[in-house]
């Protein structure tokens, strides 16, 4: 791999199996102030950019554990199209699934200029398609599209984190209620309870109380021996 200095604005993946083209495009993307990565194949770039395939969230989309994201954070990724295994296109399918790498702008590379392969690139969401080898006029032509996805995250940014304490606040809020239902529940259950027991209690009473009438005998005969 190949880095460059940590205080660069942007950082780019690149992924190519030839050795002799990442270091080309490693030189170009650094004469332009870019912090670099390159990796040989579509498999490696998953893996630094914490990809997991077998971790589906509910939505079935592929998820990464924040514990195992990179470090550093990927403003792009610039990939050749043929390579062994993992072509170009796949990783950008993958990314594009992805919940939480859709949002990094990708760039295909080839040296065949094929027009139906460029079209499915760019309709699965590629930013660009270059033709090899790599020139300094398409490196100036990633920055737009780092740029729009920067502004874009740190507007969104701010409405994600206000989303989410209105919801934890809307949560709590239920769970209030739903304890005040609750105590409203055993509260009037008390008192029905409470409402039988004074009623069987006053029939109690009732029953062996001495100011209860007692039977008259004034109309009873007494009979003498």
Request: hydrophobic share 35%; net charge negative.
């Amino acid at each position: 791999m190949g880095m460059a200095a940590a205080d660069d604005q942007f950082h780019v993946l690149a992924v190519d199996d030839s050795l002799i083209d990442r270091k080309l495009i490693e030189r170009l993307l650094k004469t332009s102030s870019f912090q670099v990565t390159t990796v040989d194949s579509g498999g490696k770039a998953l893996e630094f950019l914490g990809w997991h395939g077998s971790e589906r969230n509910m939505f079935n989309e592929t998820s990464i554990s924040p514990k195992n994201h990179q470090e550093v954070e990927v403003n792009l990724v610039i990939t050749d199209y043929c390579m062994p295994g993992m072509t170009g296109y796949d990783l950008l399918k993958k990314i594009k699934e992805s919940a939480f790498l859709r949002d990094i702008p990708v760039v295909i590379m080839s040296s065949e200029n094929v027009p139906s392969r460029i079209t499915r690139c760019l309709e699965e969401g590629a930013e660009e398609f270059f033709l090899k080898p790599m020139k300094l006029s398409d490196v100036n032509k990633l920055r737009p599209h780092m740029m729009r996805t920067k502004f874009k995250n740190e507007i969104e940014k701010p409405e994600k984190e206000e989303k989410e304490e209105i919801e934890e606040i809307i949560t709590i809020g239920e769970a209030d209620s739903d304890m005040e239902q609750l105590q409203t529940a055993q509260s009037l259950q008390q008192k029905n309870i409470d409402n039988d027991i004074n009623n069987k209690r006053k029939s109690m009473d009732e029953v062996l109380s001495p100011d209860r009438t007692r039977p008259r005998y004034s109309d009873l005969t007494v009979m003498s021996n």
